[in-house]
């Protein structure tokens, strides 16, 4: 009897997966066509100046769309052990480098969010077994956050360190902080009640967890450390 629920159970997480990556792909094909109009619009000459600007609101509010289900399709995909790990010895410094590259690239205003990176010998020679674009997707996702919710510009801080042959990554920021009830939730807690934004945070932690590591923020909500598995 037990195993039967047990299959039934799996054949309903599967169905929901399936039914979430359906409708992402649904979706895809026309907001692509969305991203391809807007794009248009703002890059032909003789559009008016004012239309150029509300095509590029489209533009840029339909990319988050696609972001968004992107990370649903994702998280669901995590949350029932059906996102497929590619692993390989890689070394996350490199990773953790190209992420903060990667976010520096991406921003329009990097003088507002000025960022020091230390990243101490030991860790530079740490290699371990991981998904190497889920990876840079926790630590990209980890650094995106501190920007997006401190729109008024924040000081941002990465650090890496070996302590008794575990790795650790620590990102923080002087911005307005983790809300409590998100620090919960990263801290080993159940999903708030509240309604929250955490999607980003969630595939973190969900990453993490993947690779046999473990996440915590400090008590003021102002950073994120991670541990990844002692080294044998």
Not at 73 to 79: A, F, I, P, V
Not at 178 to 204: D, F, K, S, T
Request: neutral net charge.
């Amino acid at each position: 009897k037990l195993k039967k629920q047990a299959k039934m159970l799996s054949r309903r997480d599967e169905a929901r997966t399936e039914w979430i990556s359906g409708v992402s792909h649904d979706i895809r094909t026309p907001l692509s066509l969305v991203l391809g109009y807007s794009n248009l619009l703002e890059e032909q000459a003789c559009t008016d100046e004012k239309i150029r600007k509300e095509a590029s609101v489209i533009r840029q509010e339909s990319l988050k769309i696609r972001d968004l289900i992107e990370d649903l399709n994702l998280t669901s995909k995590l949350e029932y052990h059906m996102q497929p790990l590619r692993m390989e010895q890689v070394y996350p410094v490199q990773i953790l480098r190209k992420a903060v590259a990667d976010l520096l690239n991406s921003m329009e205003q990097a003088e507002r969010y000025p960022l020091s990176i230390c990243i101490e010998p030991g860790f530079e020679t740490f290699s371990l077994e991981a998904d190497e674009q889920l990876l840079f997707r926790a630590f990209r996702n980890i650094l995106g956050n501190s920007v997006r919710h401190n729109e008024g510009g924040c000081s941002l801080g990465v650090r890496a360190w070996m302590k008794d042959g575990r790795p650790h990554v620590q990102f923080y920021d002087n911005g307005r902080g983790i809300p409590p009830a998100i620090c919960h939730y990263l801290n080993g807690g159940q999903m708030p009640e509240e309604n929250v934004h955490l999607m980003g945070l969630r595939i973190v932690r969900q990453i993490i967890g993947a690779h046999g590591g473990t996440i915590c923020t400090r008590e003021d909500g102002h950073g994120i450390e991670i541990r990844f598995q002692a080294l044998i």
